[in-house]
């Protein structure tokens, strides 16, 4: 059952230096209970995009196309439905856990106001809730740790109650925010296998938003990459990390240093920098840093290719591209 | 600084409405106060009389005052009173207080300690009492009352200045000139002091404006500009007795009184919207 | 015969920490508890490690940004600990840092051409024309324009203000550079650049490395031998190969096992880690990393393990059970 559908989503941003198109064209589908990863760097939109699902866009945005959650679209809905919608059904995790919790209320405090804003829970049932969801994410001595402010709890722990402020109305979906860059390796991984564990017992949808290619390659059925605003490839993670085909998908997994190469050969660098979302070229968003950009990637929008079933990239030169995957793209 | 640079500056400033009419406002009062060093519609000094209470007229806009003198030239050499006794007094606050919260900031330790316990033992005192204690101790008079506005200023600079510039010692670039082997003096005169110059330039002008009221509210006692100089404050003192008789006599100070403070406020909020780098800076 | 550049031995670091009552007894932070280590000419020295492990405060003191409880650093066979900041100036010339956040180590009312110059004012007096020289000199070298002095560092990315802060350390032409998490504030595209530049520069100019970083895979890029901390203390040290891929400490297993791989293919097998770094204000008697381990026993608590040669070649480790750990990697 396809329970968010994103169609042709554009988010235009006006900044002192003119109109950013922080999002183009955007297509995203989710089924329930499906794990859905978006990858890209800073300023590609991927943030944009799930505060726009939140509907918790900056002021000076507006939007274009439809984001439809169970045939409702959510554009269109006024702030006092949306604020039913957040958290009820769409709840949101991010990256910050140190200033997404308010430092001057208790730990308990925090967790309980949704689920007596939300659910109407009386004081005692939304406490002895409260008590629960913290022991569900793995709070030791939740009975203790309740009275606790956020300062008193370390990076992870803190993290965690961010987890438990999100399940705290059983949302269908989950949108986790660079969930773990803040984190240590070794918490990372904690979280990580939390919100696995968590996404699978619930049955909940789960949007993950990272720069972090392992982190998405381990942790999602479905990948969207993301560059310039716009998605250059989408598909299964499987499809994707096996079958790289958008020249920026395989320069920024051959930038990425991985585990076990040793110190012999040199990574490989897309040059450049991330394009200014205020001049964007019309055609392609990649193609000042592409090497394989022509003149008709400038000024033409890439069509769509299916690769195969549901493995979609947006290349004006996707047999390059393909018979690039052998050699090295990048010089 | 290149030319799109200064240009966007000056657009800012355009942009920035409490900037304008607040930079309006003190422009105005700087022209009265420059006219009137060699030009007023009416007598100062002189007492007649015979025109005592005049009502506005052509030969005076604003009438008489009970010694017949004009009040809108009075109003104007006020200005004059006015604006030195800001300049000075908050150049005296601004070089004590800000030399002091720097040597605060980059010294640390005991040193930080009683310069701010220092300023904490002044703000104790409320300023106009304070102002008192010291006139009353170098005795009554123009220049005594600017000494005395200055004085209270040094603890206000000295906070404001210390608290930012510890904010810009934790800064990296200034770790980064540490590790350079710059000593403390040049990372206080290259780094600290021109990070925190924007805040500084806005507290003045606030400053500037508190220093108005002193010296208004010091002449109303008694204490500051002494008579035959027309001050803003003793005219309000002289319109006192007056009040209900010749209710405009108070009203006019008055008014030039808020309009200076008014204009200054103003000034100092566009400032800050312009100087904020946060605001002109975006990353 | 090599040159050691940068000599640590048996440093210590204890911060205070504010008293509970004037006669409670005086706290501590244990953040660097004796850590010894050497690095030779044109090597490059990892540090890893999760935070509050004491990276940071190592690299602080090495540069002596702060003062030193007891130990020694020597930096070209000058001891730098306990020497006055104006004695220590002419000498600073040798050594020199780049920081982790290439938007707060550069001031942003000072031109480029300021920035880089700055530690050029320990050398003494230089002719303005020599200044400039060197300042277009570096600043090519790292792959800018010698045009871009004047600009002011907001006009920069992020990727290009930190090689400002690379030609700001190397201006002096130091034998000793130590890297605080150089490139964990860069996007992956830009981080790869920032890491192949920083290669070719010892390349170039034979530069020594002390390179601190959370990120193995980037350690294991750049480093030719690794120091693992943990809780102030170095666990496990060696050459790269070597420790990566025979890790004789559990933690430095588990960090290692923590990187998500940015493969297909399902999930790894591995020793996940509980808990999170505890306290550093209490000192006790037995292997700090007791608690989150997986293979303590008795021995562990009783016993300090000591750093001691656990393979030839320089492999280090301060665990009980390295050897095992070994057999368990090779096997």
């Given at each position: 059952m396809t329970l968010l559908t994103v169609n042709n989503l554009n988010v235009n941003l006006q900044t002192a230096s003119g109109p950013a198109r922080a999002v183009r064209?955007?297509?995203l589908t989710l089924e329930k209970g499906q794990t859905l990863g978006i990858v890209g760097e800073s300023g590609c939109g991927k943030s944009m995009t799930a505060l726009a699902l939140m509907g918790l866009l900056p002021e000076n945005a507006t939007t274009e196309g439809s984001i439809l959650l169970n045939g409702e679209n959510l554009l269109e809905k006024s702030e006092r439905e949306l604020c039913t919608i957040r958290g009820n059904r769409m709840a949101m995790i991010f990256q910050e856990p140190m200033t997404s919790l308010n430092p001057v209320h208790t730990v308990g405090r925090q967790v309980m106001e949704p689920l007596r804003l939300h659910k109407r829970l009386s004081k005692a049932e939304a406490f002895e809730q409260a008590i629960r969801l913290l022991d569900r994410v793995g709070i030791p001595n939740p009975e203790e740790r309740i009275y606790n402010y956020p300062h008193q709890l370390s990076g992870g722990q803190r993290q965690r109650v961010m987890i438990a402020l999100a399940l705290s109305c059983s949302p269908d979906i989950l949108i986790a925010d660079e969930p773990t860059t803040a984190l240590d390796v070794?918490?990372?991984?904690?979280?990580?296998?939390l919100i696995q564990t968590l996404?699978?017992?619930e049955g909940m949808s789960l949007v993950l938003i990272s720069h972090d290619l392992g982190v998405i390659a381990e942790n999602t059925e479905k990948v969207v990459v993301m560059y310039g605003g716009t998605v250059v490839e989408s598909g299964s993670t499987e499809q994707i990390f096996s079958q790289l085909t958008h020249p920026y998908t395989q320069g920024l997994f051959a930038a990425m240093p991985k585990l076990g190469l040793g110190r012999k050969g040199r990574l490989t660098t897309i040059p450049g920098t991330v394009p200014d979302l205020v001049n964007l070229p019309k055609g392609c968003t990649f193609t000042d840093r592409c090497p394989l950009a022509t003149d008709i990637c400038r000024n033409t929008p890439p069509p769509r290719s299916e690769l195969g079933p549901h493995h979609q990239v947006l290349c004006h030169h996707l047999e390059q591209a393909i018979e690039a995957r052998s050699r090295e793209l990048y010089t | 600084m290149s030319n799109t640079a200064s240009n966007s500056f000056i657009s800012r400033c355009a942009?920035?409405?409490?900037?304008?009419?607040?930079g309006t406002i003190t422009g105005f009062l700087l022209v009265c106060a420059i006219v009137s060093l060699f030009w007023t519609p009416g007598t100062v000094y002189d007492i007649v009389i015979k025109d005592?209470?005049?009502t506005p007229s052509a030969d005076h806009l604003l009438g008489t005052d009970q010694f017949g003198r004009d009040v809108l030239s009075m109003l104007m050499t006020g200005t004059q009173n006015s604006i030195t006794v800001g300049i000075v007094a908050v150049s005296i606050g601004l070089f004590a207080g800000v030399g002091l919260g720097l040597l605060a900031a980059a010294r640390k330790g005991w040193t930080e300690e009683l310069i701010m316990r220092l300023s904490d033992f002044s703000f104790a005192f409320p300023a106009i009492l304070s102002a008192i204690m010291i006139t009353a101790i170098l005795g009554p008079g123009g220049v005594n009352s600017i000494i005395a506005i200055g004085i209270y200023n040094i603890p206000v600079f000295a906070r404001l200045t210390r608290g930012s510039a510890n904010a810009i010692w934790a800064r990296e670039y200034v770790m980064a000139a540490r590790a350079s082997g710059k000593n403390k003096l040049s990372i206080t005169l290259e780094h600290v002091l021109p990070n925190i110059l924007s805040i500084i330039i806005v507290q003045a002008t606030i400053q500037f404006a508190l220093a108005i009221l002193a010296e208004a509210a010091l002449s109303y006692l008694g204490l500051g500009t002494q008579p035959p100089h027309p001050s803003w404050g003793r005219m309000l003192n002289e319109a006192q007795t007056l009040m209900f008789l010749h209710p405009m006599q108070a009203v006019y100070p008055g008014a030039a009184i808020a309009l200076a403070v008014f204009g200054?406020?103003?000034?100092?909020?566009?400032?800050?919207?312009?100087?904020?780098?946060?605001?002109s800076r975006k990353r | 015969m090599t040159k050691t550049v940068l000599e640590v031995t048996d440093l210590v670091r204890h911060y205070p920490l504010p008293k509970e009552s004037l006669t409670a007894p005086p706290r501590y932070v244990y953040a660097l508890n004796g850590v010894s280590f050497s690095i030779e000419e044109g090597k490059s020295f990892g540090i890893v490690g999760e935070s509050g492990c004491g990276k940071s405060t190592l690299a602080r003191n090495v540069m002596a940004l702060e003062s030193t409880d007891s130990g020694s650093v020597k930096i070209m066979g000058k001891e730098v600990v306990g020497l006055s900041f104006?004695?220590?100036?002419?000498?600073?010339?040798?050594?020199?840092?780049?920081?982790?956040?290439?938007?707060?180590?550069?001031?942003p009312h000072h031109t480029v051409g300021r920035i880089v110059a700055e530690p050029l004012a320990a050398l003494g007096r230089l002719s303005r024309?020599?200044?400039?020289e060197r300042v277009a000199e570096v600043l090519t070298s790292v792959g800018l324009k010698a045009t871009d002095v004047s600009k002011y560092p907001h006009e920069f990315s992020g990727g290009q203000r930190q090689r400002i802060a690379i030609a700001r350390a190397l201006i002096t032409r130091p034998s000793l550079i130590v890297a605080d998490e150089p490139v964990s504030a860069l996007d992956v595209s830009v981080q790869a650049q920032v890491l192949n530049l920083l290669r070719d520069l010892q390349d170039d100019f034979g530069v020594t490395y002390m390179f601190i970083s959370h990120d193995l895979a980037v350690v294991e890029y750049l480093c030719d031998e690794v120091a693992v901390m943990y809780l102030g203390s170095i666990v496990e040290k060696g050459k790269t190969e070597d420790l990566f891929a025979r890790p004789a400490h559990p933690y430095t297993r588990i960090l290692l096992d923590a990187v998500p791989q940015p493969a297909a293919g399902k999930k790894r097998d591995r020793i996940r880690l509980s808990g999170s770094v505890t306290g550093q204000t209490e000192r006790r008697v037995g292997c700090a990393f007791r608690d989150r381990c997986p293979m303590a026993t008795d021995k562990c608590a009783e016993e300090t393990p000591a750093l001691r040669q656990v393979e030839d070649g320089g492999h280090f480790a301060a665990c009980h059970y390295s050897e095992e750990m070994i057999q368990r990697a090779t096997a």
């Open positions: 064209d955007l297509n070794t918490i990372q991984d904690q979280i990580l296998e996404v699978a017992e | 942009k920035s409405r409490s900037f304008v009419i607040g005592r209470f005049l200054l406020n103003l000034l100092g909020d566009g400032l800050r919207d312009i100087l904020d780098p946060r605001l | 104006n004695e220590l100036r002419p000498h600073r010339q040798h050594f020199q840092m780049v920081f982790q956040d290439p938007y707060g180590s550069l001031d024309q020599e200044k400039d």
